[in-house]
């Protein structure tokens, strides 16, 4: 009969209109239920990966204040870093040897001994001039005499017959 009378009461109903569940969390001491939790224990069970699949990195970042971030940033540290941590040496010599040194130096040797020559040139047919006409005083030559070469023009090689 107890069952039969515990089968018609709707339980959940009695206990909602007798329990006042406002009075009770007004009771319930937090700091008490917390210092009874394990959270080591509660963080080991739960699941890291699976949270991480959930969460909108989108969203996230739309969120970011990317200046704030930067501000915060140590960019000499950051860049000293950097170049610390590069192989200078081998840069360097992956410069190297992308470059034709060889080619580099024979022009520019080549280049140089040309304007070496040319210079040379220039100055000896100075001072085959300034010679001439300090001889013509020494002589007392009044007319000036030519000093430049006089060159003729290539031969036509089309004139000659095969």
Not at 114 to 136: C, N, P
Request: no cysteine; aromatic share 0%.
């Amino acid at each position: 009969m107890t069952d039969a009378v515990l089968n018609e009461l709707d339980l959940t109903d009695l206990v909602l209109e007798r329990v006042d569940l406002g009075r009770i969390v007004d009771h319930v001491d937090i700091d008490r239920v917390l210092d009874r939790l394990d959270l080591d224990a509660i963080v080991k069970r739960v699941d890291i990966d699976v949270i991480i699949t959930r969460v909108d990195l989108d969203a996230v970042a739309s969120r970011l204040d990317v200046d704030a971030v930067v501000q915060r940033l140590d960019l000499a540290a950051i860049a000293n870093q950097v170049i610390a941590e590069l192989d200078l040496a081998a840069i360097a010599r992956g410069v190297i040897d992308d470059l034709d040194l060889t080619e580099i130096a024979r022009a520019s040797t080549g280049t140089m001994a040309t304007e070496t020559v040319d210079g040379l040139r220039a100055q000896s047919m100075s001072a085959d001039r300034a010679v001439s006409r300090l001889v013509d005083r020494l002589l007392r030559r009044e007319a000036e005499r030519a000093s430049e070469l006089e060159v003729s023009p290539p031969a036509d090689d089309t004139t000659l017959d095969d």
